[in-house]
């Protein structure tokens, strides 16, 4: 029973996650209150959607995110964002 339970923890890998994932994962992110698991949720479908074409809804997704951070623009994470956003004009 117990490898049963240690299975079903196991993270599934990427390439088996549904696109929805990674707004699943945004949801979890803000009832939990973790703001930089919701940049990096928000940066991956900002991502998606600039592959798409979408690049109002896009920006219009990441850059409140990115305006909660006041500290730690010298993040990686952040960067990014930052660097995304640019890009997404």
């Keep these: 029973m117990k490898s049963k339970c ?3 923890r196991r ?3 990427a390439t088996t996650r549904p696109l929805m994932g990674i707004a ?11 703001r930089s698991f919701e940049l990096r949720a ?9 592959d798409q074409g979408k690049r109002d809804e ?3 997704l990441l850059a ?9 623009f010298d ?3 952040l960067k990014e964002a930052k ?3 640019d890009a997404l004009g």
């Design 11 to 13: 993270p599934l890998p």
């Design 64 to 72: 409140p995110v990115y305006r909660w951070f006041t500290e730690g």
């Design 24 to 34: 699943a994962r945004g949801a979890v992110a803000r009832k939990q209150q973790a």
């Design 75 to 77: 993040t990686l994470d």
């Design 6 to 8: 240690q299975h079903q």
């Design 42 to 50: 928000a940066m991956s479908m900002a991502r998606l959607w600039r």
């Design 83 to 85: 660097a995304l956003l």
């Design 58 to 60: 896009a920006r219009n």
